[in-house]
């Protein structure tokens, strides 16, 4: 073989190591961990409320929810039915559940946090409820203040809820006054919300969480 034949192999072969080495390089590690490509979840009622939204006025409605994640954003559908034909409620995005992982009311809730508005809802004759939002919600869904008088941090909004739209649907079961949780501001009560998990207590829209045994955990973005 001449020299230049030989260096030829040689640099042919060398790049062709380098190559693989890139190739390599550029590929996922095999069994790499991924994320859930999609979570299911229900909503919980609020008890005092449930005979102002039920059909028969004692039964709680049921509410499921499916999360779909996409590669630009991800996509919530919640279906719910056994509500009063024609009641509405407005959906959010929520910091804080108002129930503890077992349902009951919370002793140490200290407010909903950071709260993001994502939808409408109204009760269809059949008592059926039915939304699809879609925005950026598993694992990443965030606000933030930036600036300004009282700068707020990154704040992730992992739970869902949503409350009576109109404040007199909720009168009879003893509510008086408004929440500001509608496009108004003159909303109702919170009629139902997620329920965080026991150990984390973080909200099911977080489906990752650095540290599923610590109720310290926060959540891989």
């Keep these: 073989m001449s020299k230049l034949k030989e260096s030829l192999a040689v640099y042919g072969i060398a790049s062709a190591a380098l190559f693989g ?3 390599a390089s550029a590929s996922p590690s095999v069994g790499a961990a ?7 979840f229900t909503l919980s009622p609020l008890n005092k409320v449930v005979p102002c939204m039920a059909a028969d006025g004692k039964t709680a409605p049921r509410i499921n929810v499916e ?3 996409g590669k630009l954003n991800d996509t919530l559908k919640i279906e719910g039915w056994g509500f009063k034909p024609g009641i509405q409620f407005d959906l959010f995005t929520i910091q804080n559940s108002r129930l503890d992982a077992t349902g009951a009311l919370d002793p140490n809730f200290n407010g909903f946090g950071m709260s993001w508005y994502q939808s409408d809802l109204q009760a269809n004759e059949q ?4 939304a699809r939002v879609r925005t950026i919600l598993l694992d990443q869904i ?3 203040v930036d600036g300004g008088a009282t700068p707020v941090k990154p704040t992730n909004t992992f739970n869902v809820g949503f409350w009576f739209n109109n404040p007199d649907d909720a009168k009879n079961c003893g509510f008086t006054g408004a929440t500001p949780f509608n496009g108004e ?3 109702g009560p919170l009629a139902f919300v997620t329920l965080p998990n026991a150990t984390t207590h973080l909200g099911p829209l977080c489906t990752d969480p650095t540290d599923a045994t610590s109720s310290t955990s926060t959540c891989n973005p």
Excluded: D, M, P
């Design 21 to 23: 080495t890139v190739l």
């Design 34 to 40: 991924s994320k859930a490509e999609e979570t299911h």
């Design 67 to 69: 999360v779909e994640r």
């Design 127 to 130: 008592g059926r409820v039915n």
């Design 142 to 144: 965030f606000g933030l």
């Design 185 to 187: 501001h003159k909303a």
